[in-house]
Nanobody, 115 residues
């Protein structure tokens, strides 16, 4: 079992920054990849960024150059640094982790970009 807890969401003005964190616990050694998804009101869930245990990170075209995903192995966290935020980035952001036998989700954290 893997437990994921997101934090760091909130209200920010357009052009601002937020940093989301996903803290993992449990069988963290079994995690193959960690991703951030988001779901905006009335829209489908969207993959935002992913970081595998080994290999390169990847990003949705809509966030390339603005968002950065990173991992801190000492703290068992995966972070999403979000810069130059736009109103269309408003969504609930979810952390996701894959193992060989299952996929795990956090509870989500709300990000609202508004003036």
């Amino acid at each position: 079992q893997v437990q994921l807890v997101e934090s760091g969401g909130g209200l920010v003005q357009p052009g601002g920054s937020l940093r989301l964190s996903c803290a993992a616990s449990g069988s963290i050694f079994s995690i193959k990849a960690t991703r951030w998804f988001r779901r905006a009101p009335g829209k489908e869930r969207e993959l935002v960024a992913g970081i595998p245990r080994t290999g390169t990170t990847r990003y949705a075209d809509s966030v390339k150059g603005r968002f950065t995903i990173s991992r801190d192995n000492a703290k068992n966290t995966v972070s999403l640094q979000m810069n130059s935020l736009k109103p269309e980035d408003t969504a609930v952001y979810y952390c996701n982790a894959d193992t060989d036998w299952s996929t795990y989700w956090g509870q989500g954290t709300q990000v609202t970009v508004s003036s």
